[in-house]
């Protein structure tokens, strides 16, 4: 057929001018081309050459970026015209096809429109993004004649009588339109920039992040087509291909993101609502009503963007039915076009009749509902990220502002608080990102079941009921699996819990032989767990078979009854595969409802939780603010350089900015004081912590400044809160406190802007900053040097002289980083001791005028004591003339005191100096003269005795060993990578890391699928593929009935029946066929369902187990090495995950990916032309999943790592409330929260942003799929004769991978990044177990061994490790049966190696210890250490009952536990416990002082009655007189037995039978100590000459 513009038939019409040229049909097309050849010849040169040759113009920084008046507007106008032009263009091709030759002018004029389009909004991009409005004039042009002469042509369609049952007529008119409102759009631009007609344009910049260069996040700034592709982040996710991503590559927040604007806005609405009294809403209702202002906006825009995405997804079935029903007609009778201007014009049905031209619709309407859909997502979730981020914020004010009794009296915990963050927000948070199924749900559910009405009649409502009927119990299994997470998580936390004291106590389980013990306890609780995960597992598998069955049995149903119902059904494929699709939507929103049904409930419960948080008391609340506050101006715009106000419930005055400007209020009025000399002063203070009688009464004090004041009293009598009631910390009922400042403080400086909080909230806000070393340390996690620094800059020569009077320069010594050590969470690796003396610390180096030191000596030895007040108070504070408040129970420290306060009951018995108390008081002086002879001459008790101890230096050695280790382990995690290369240079290295980065680990899923065991295995692989074999066979039955109901209808009209049935054609046979299939389907989907949980229990179950017994069996050194934190998270987050997410990801995966194969199998077998375009489409998705797991798992990773700190913060904050309020920190800590809140929240804003990149682009090749596949099959249809059965088949497969085509993807990167977890474990399973098994068997060895205690040592060497030297150097001794041996040397001696070595818990590579004539290296472990006693240093009790802790293989009677108590000095206090034996001891022991604590452990070894006994530094933490009292009774209870005691204080030897005094592995001198201290230069005579 020849070409020709306006065709070439003979006597067309195309050709006639006698009504004129503008009469003619093809000249008003030739005419429509006149714009778009304009545009295209204008603008071509402008961007190829023009640009071109600027290379500089092409890559323009963003940061010159600025939208034009009417951007969206713009984007959106393009995007319909677009669509339109593809209807013309589809029009004119299919009105063409009436004719005998091509009239090219029926579609080529919209062609050419089609890319003038394209290139105006690419042209505008440049333009816009180069900022340069006056090339904008071609485009004005443009619109102009483009709207000319399409309203020309729509003019002369009216006049030729063209009506609007003509579908070009309608086209034409909205074209009309569109041009003009194009044109309106670039009129407004001239307007707004004024770049052309007027003589000045404004000067506009760009939004304000852009000026910045750290925003990396482009969502709010890039035009129209950019945020909904998501093609912004293609830089972003090929970037992480090569290098890994870190905070720095995300760079800063928008500031309209930023927590710190989300909050003001949540702060300003909160306001507004409090302003009307009269209808005050309350509690909850309040904050939903302030939710609803601040973020109410986004979220309607998501739900409207989530209807229409709804809406535009029934296109699907509807053009599917209508497809395959326009190829199964036989005989396609349509109506001849009208004929007018010379051109055939056809109506809108008779256009959408046209198979392709569905298709295209199809297309369309695919690509238009994937990018709705994940618009709404993207904005439900950016808007709940901003929403947590506010709330985060206003918890952090209300928790700045708390009152402290509320912590205190329990009424609110750290870990109330913590859960309030960490689950409380992030629900309601979920509750924003699942709101709009809420309200689209049943939109999506009522349109459905019209639809199927409408298809099948009565038959569809019976299957819409059968999946309704099931929703009720979809949320009754949704409950149950609610209630079953809980109880696991209670057994888990219950395991967790023993797991942490195992580790923690593995040293004295090992030494005691009671590992196995433990390690039954904890398979006690792991039964109960697996117990709990298997009813966790049973209603996960069935509410995943009812997923997946759901949909089979409803269209079973329907099909059953639309045959028995109807005599002549019209089962058409179209019918049939419009249908099925439908069902398959319905399922989706009522399986989601369980779940946003809950959210909903647990967003609910959040709020009430939020509610009570937020209407706790706040401090000083009864005092009115005394200055006036200046009135708010414009500065507020400038918000995100000013500090964080605190948030005040009762007072919002006090919230306003402008106290926060960046300068100081200096004329704050003085107060009067009698005095001059007074920094504080207290008149007739009653205080209290509750409501009730006050703790402190009748309070007259005062402070003199500059001097040292001390305030000493019995434990109890309210000490510590006479500090806090100066503070502002306590409620005070009555009296005044009033704070004097000087007129040149050195803390002025301290004050800085940042820290300013109000100064003017009554008299106790008066106060400047306050140095205050609380008596409970508190510490950050943080650097030891930021620590003692607190914000404050570091200088070093005040550094280093604090560092000296603290004595912590051995302590630092020891660290591997030295002060740069990160200290852990509440200082963890720290002693008691050494917090104390960091706290103390920080309160030395501030340059407050003030300082508070409460109860500073409590936790430290004599020495450290003196050392600390001489160096630090007496010298240091002194000197600098600071006014200190020193708390202590030190009495012989009173003659150093400028001004003693002394406390009895809550009220100050007298004040003065020492000799006005002298005089006044003369009974409490001669009282304080002998407790300061007694203090003087004995040691106090403490809770650590030495500075630094052997097993202080050992704990940290541990616990650092290499802070690496962990880091190491989480970049592990990270990278996927566990070979470690060593000698390569830097780039290999990377180019390695990243390679290891991109492949998916294979071996991790091994181990994880061979640890179910082959049977299992093997049901798994065979039950999935049959399930989706039988899946297709279901649906293959169904298009082959339904062809056949055709063919019978065909056959009937052939033989003039009045229908398929006379003619023989039974359903009955194929519907019987279609019932088995669709049973034995269901069946499957149980089976697999059930088999998928059941692996991971299996799997859960054996690595759990084999895990323990590793860990169990483990040598001691790898506790030594790895940071117990690593080894807890193996039990508790990654059994976690093992446990209850690895399963369901697996069944997600392996689900979408067979469904995936499954239809583009189907897809083939129909068309198999479509095996040709899959190719570049598996490319694509190959490509895309490869980017994407790489950059999803760093973004997982990193939002996780975000949020750990954010969390500590809050805990953080809350144990220090009293120390960041005293120091006058609060702005500094809140602008700390908002640095970590933005962190999290832009992480995840990426990790959002990277999801809807990835669906957005496979949904796009899902839908490239389904056009292609319809093509195909309509082309095969009508020319090869495929069956219209088939044709249905093939495309609703097709829509079902665009379905699950991002699933499968999603979820491969997800387990990818659960793998580490699998892979981890299984990398501790290779850990080395020590040797249990001896020479001898138990049963050689004789019963009461060892009877003598005779221990005979030769040349033995030992050493921690095979790589490492030898910490114990040919030793040769020989310990006589009953023999008391004491053995010393300094730290590092090797003291605690030589006890060790009789475990064999040390390496021993030469020598041997023989005791009582048998070498021990050949007996089983296991008996060897059961048949000594060991006394560690380190006191450990376990969680459980006293009897337990003596005793926990129940061997001893009650007589020997009691016995055994009294010799530790314990029964009495036993006895006074509730239960006795059976009381309850608390994790840790922590119901017991240090001191008891090591009594018992004392105890539990005469409990054991062993002929040798080691004690290891037993009396560390006992004082004096204790430790003399269990000095005499180990000599007597065990008189007949060996005791080596390893000597913390050498004086405790003295009376030894033999004393060994060691050095560096070896022995340096062994003799009576009577012999060594008259030897002059004997080592052991200098060592007690140093202990005296």
């Not at 002369?156 to 009506?163: A, I, L, N, R």
């Not at 970037?239 to 870190?246: F, Q, S, W």
């Not at 000087?742 to 909230?761: H, I, V």
């Not at 995690?973 to 390679?995: C, F, H, I, K, P």
Request: glycine share 6%; aromatic share 10%; hydrophobic share 45%.
């Amino acid at each position: 057929m020849s070409l020709a513009f306006c065709g070439n038939e003979n006597n067309s019409a195309a050709y006639n001018v006698d009504g004129g040229v503008l009469n003619n049909g093809c000249f008003l097309d030739a005419l429509t081309v006149v714009p778009h050849v304009f545009l295209l010849f204008i603008t071509f040169p402008i961007l190829f050459i023009g640009w071109g040759s600027q290379s500089s113009k092409v890559h323009i920084h963003h940061s010159t970026w600025l939208h034009f008046p009417g951007h969206n507007l713009r984007w959106i106008l393009t995007f319909i015209l677009l669509f339109v032009l593809v209807c013309e263009i589809a029009e004119g091709i299919v009105s063409d096809g009436f004719t005998q030759s091509h009239h090219l002018h029926l579609y080529m004029p919209a062609a050419l429109g089609f890319m003038a389009a394209i290139t105006s909004i690419v042209y505008y991009h440049n333009i816009e993004t180069s900022n340069f409005p006056k090339l904008l004039l071609v485009l004005l042009v443009y619109w102009v004649l483009a709207f000319v002469t399409k309203t020309l042509k729509f003019a002369k369609y009216t006049e030729q009588g063209v009506g609007m049952k003509q579908l070009r007529f309608c086209i034409t008119g909205l074209l009309s339109l569109l041009y003009g409102l194009l044109l309106a759009v670039e009129g407004n631009v001239i307007l707004g920039r004024r770049y052309v007609c007027f003589q000045q344009a404004p000067e506009v910049k760009p939004p304000e992040d852009l000026q910045d260069l750290g925003v990396r996040f482009l969502q709010p700034f890039v035009n129209l087509l950019s945020k909904s592709t998501y093609w912004w982040m293609n830089t972003f996710i090929t970037n992480a291909h090569r290098r890994p991503i870190d905070l720095k590559v995300l760079g800063k927040l928008p500031i309209a993101m930023r927590a710190i604007t989300n909050y003001l806005k949540l702060r300003k609405v909160f306001e507004d609502q409090r302003r009307p009294q009269d209808s005050q809403p309350q509690g909850p209702q309040l904050i939903w009503k302030a939710l609803r202002k601040a973020y109410g906006r986004p979220l309607i825009l998501s739900i409207s963007y989530r209807f229409m995405a709804d809406l535009l997804g029934f296109a699907g079935p509807l053009c599917i039915s209508g497809i395959v029903h326009h190829i199964s007609k036989e005989n396609r009778t349509i109506q001849p076009p009208v004929n007018l201007l010379g051109v055939y014009f056809i109506s809108s049905r008779e256009f959408l009749a046209n198979a392709y031209v569905l298709t295209v619709l199809l297309f369309s309407a695919l690509l238009l509902q994937r990018t709705f859909l994940q618009a709404s997502y993207y904005v439900a979730i950016e808007n709940g990220i901003n929403l947590r981020g506010a709330i985060q914020m206003k918890v952090y004010n209300k928790i700045m502002r708390l009152c402290t009794s509320n912590l205190s009296m329990g009424e609110m915990t750290v870990g109330q608080i913590c859960n309030l963050v960490a689950i409380d927000i992030n629900q309601l948070m979920w509750f924003f990102f699942l709101c709009p199924n809420l309200w689209a749900m049943p939109v999506q559910i009522v349109v459905g079941v019209i639809l199927l009405y409408y298809l099948l009649g009565i038959s569809a409502l019976i299957g819409a009921t059968v999946i309704a009927l099931l929703a009720p119990v979809q949320y009754f299994v949704a409950t149950k699996l609610s209630e079953a997470q809980k109880s696991t998580l209670e057994y888990s936390n219950d395991r967790l819990k023993k797991t942490n004291e195992l580790l923690r106590g593995i040293k004295l389980l090992k030494l005691y032989a009671w590992e196995h013990i433990f390690c039954g306890s904890m398979e006690e609780t792991r039964k109960k767990e697996l117990k709990s995960l298997q009813t966790f597992a049973l209603y996960t598998s069935i509410s995943i078979f009812m997923n997946t069955a759901i949909p089979i049995a409803a269209v079973l149903t329907t099909f059953v009854v639309y045959v028995h119902i109807s005599e002549d059904a019209n089962l058409s494929p179209a019918v049939a595969f419009a249908s099925l699709s439908l069902f398959h939507m319905l399922v989706s929103p009522l399986f989601l409802l369980s779940s946003v049904v809950r959210s909903t409930v647990k967003g609910l419960v959040s709020v009430q939780k939020l509610s009570e948080f937020f209407s706790c008391d706040e401090i000083g609340e009864e005092q009115e603010p005394r200055t006036t506050l200046p009135p708010a101006s414009s500065k507020n715009s400038k918000y995100q350089a000013l500090p964080l106000k605190v948030v005040n419930r009762k007072h919002p005055g006090r919230e306003d900015w402008n106290n926060f400007g960046l300068h100081r209020d200096l004329e704050e009025e003085s107060l009067s004081l009698d005095d001059e000399d007074t920094c504080i002063k207290i008149s007739n203070g009653y205080f209290t912590w509750v409501d009730g009688p006050p703790t402190l009464s009748n309070v007259n004090i005062k402070i003199p400044f500059g001097q040292l004041t001390m305030i000493v009293g019995q434990v109890g009598c309210g000490k510590s809160s006479l500090l806090l009631a100066a503070l502002g910390e306590m409620q005070k009922t009555s009296g005044s406190v009033v704070w004097n400042s000087l007129p040149n403080l050195d803390s002025e400086g301290d004050e800085s802007p940042t820290c300013k909080d109000t100064a003017e909230e009554g008299d106790i806000r008066k106060r400047g900053s306050v140095a205050y070393a609380s008596q409970k340390p508190w510490l950050l996690n943080a650097t030891l040097v930021e620590n003692i620094t607190f914000e404050m800059p570091l200088i070093k020569e005040r550094y280093k002289t604090v560092i000296d009077a603290c004595s912590l320069q051995p302590d630092i010594d020891i660290l591997p980083q030295g002060d740069q050590t990160e200290v852990g969470e509440r200082g963890i690796i720290l002693s008691g001791g050494q917090r104390q003396r960091i706290g103390v610390a920080r309160a030395l180096y501030q340059s407050t005028n003030v300082v508070f030191l409460d109860d500073p000596f409590s936790a430290l030895d004599i020495h450290l004591s003196d050392h600390l007040m001489q160096e630090g108070i007496l010298k240091l504070l002194r000197e600098e003339k600071r006014t200190v408040v020193l708390v202590t129970h030190k009495l012989q420290y009173l003659p150093h005191a400028d001004w003693i306060i002394a406390m009895k009951d809550g009220s100050i018995h007298t004040e003065g100096t020492l000799k006005d108390i002298q005089n006044a008081e003369p009974e409490l002086f001669e009282q304080w003269k002998t407790l300061m002879h007694r203090q003087d001459k004995e040691f106090e008790k403490e809770t650590v005795a030495e500075s630094m101890t052997v097993l202080e230096r050992k704990n940290l050695r541990r616990a650092m060993y290499s802070r690496e280790a962990l880091k190491t382990e989480e970049e592990d995690g990270a990278l996927g990578y566990t070979e470690e290369s060593t000698e390569s240079d830097e780039e290999d290295n990377l180019s390695q890391v990243m390679r290891h980065r991109t492949t998916i680990p294979w071996r991790s899923f091994g181990t994880y699928l061979s640890s179910a065991g082959l049977l299992l295995l093997l049901l798994l692989l065979l039950s999935q593929l049959l399930k989706h074999s039988l899946l297709v066979s279901i649906d293959y039955w169904l298009a082959h009935w339904t062809s056949n109901v055709i063919n019978a209808k065909i056959h009937a009209a052939a033989r003039n029946c009045t229908s398929a049935q006379e003619c023989g054609f039974s359903h009955s046979s194929y519907l019987l066929v279609f019932s088995v299939l669709c049973c034995l389907g269901i069946a499957l989907c149980l089976v697999t369902s059930v088999t998928v949980e059941w692996t991971g229990l299996r799997v859960a179950k054996e690595l759990h187990s084999n895990l323990l017994k590793t860990i169990i069996l483990a040598p001691m050194r790898l506790f030594e090495t790895t940071p117990l934190g690593s080894l807890l998270n193996r039990f508790s987050t990654d059994t976690n995950t093992i446990d209850q997410h690895i399963p369901a990801t697996l069944e997600c995966l392996s689900r979408s990916t067979l469904l995936c194969l499954s239809a583009l199998g189907v897809i083939s077998f129909v068309t198999p032309v479509f095996l040709i375009a899959l190719v570049p489409l598996a490319f694509a998705c190959y490509f895309f999943q490869k980017y994407f797991r790489v950059a999803s798992r760093d973004l997982q990773q990193l939002e996780d790592s975000t949020q750990l700190p954010l969390l500590a913060h809050f805990s953080e904050t809350v144990e220090g409330l009293t120390t960041i309020r005293a120091f006058r920190y609060e702005a500094r800590f809140r602008h700390k929260l908002l640095e970590f809140t933005d962190a999290n929240n832009i992480a995840s804003l990426f990790l959002t942003a990277a999801n809807r990149w990835l669906e957005v682009r496979m949904e796009y090749i899902g839908a490239c799929i389904v056009l292609i596949a319809a093509v195909a099959s309509i082309t095969n249809s009508i020319y090869n004769h495929l069956s219209t059965g088939l044709v249905g088949l093939g495309l609703t497969y097709a829509l079902m991978v665009s379905n699950y085509l991002n699933w499968m993807v999603r979820n491969l990167a997800d387990m990818e990044v659960q793998m580490g977890s699998v892979r981890r474990i299984s990398a501790l399973l290779k850990t080395e177990p020590e040797s249990y098994e001896g020479l001898m068997s138990a049963s050689q060895v004789p019963d009461g061994w060892p009877q003598q205690g005779e221990i005979q040592i030769q040349n033995l060497s030992v050493r921690y490790d095979s790589t490492l030297k030898p910490v114990l150097r040919n030793v040769n001794a020989h310990i006589n049966p009953g023999q008391k041996v004491g053995i010393c040397g300094r730290t590092g001696s090797g003291k605690s190696s030589f006890s060790l070595a009789f475990f064999r818990m040390v390496d021993t590579f030469e020598g041997r210890i023989i005791i009582d004539g048998i070498d021990i290296a050949q007996l089983p472990l296991q008996m060897l250490r059961s048949r000594f006693s060991i006394i560690l240093q380190d006191p450990i009790l376990f969680s459980g009952t006293i009897r337990f802790n003596l005793d926990p293989e129940s061997r001893a009677s009650d007589c020997m536990l009691w016995e055994a108590l009294e010799i530790a000095q314990l029964k009495s206090v036993v006895k006074t416990l509730p239960g006795g034996l059976d009381a309850i001891v608390t994790e840790g022991g922590e119901n017991f002082s240090q001191g008891q604590r090591q009594l018992f452990c004392l105890a539990r070894a005469f409990v054991r009655k062993t002929s040798i006994l080691i004690m290891d530094e037993a009396t560390a933490s006992i004082d004096m007189a204790t430790e003399s009292i269990l000095q005499k009774v180990v000599m007597t209870a065990f008189a007949d037995r060996t005791v080596v005691t390893i000597a913390h204080r050498v004086h405790t030897i003295l009376k030894a039978d033999l004393v060994i005094v060691m050095k560096r592995g070896i022995i340096l001198e062994h003799d009576k100590p009577e012999v060594l201290l008259e030897q002059e230069d004997s080592v052991f005579a200098s060592f007690v000459k140093a202990d005296k």
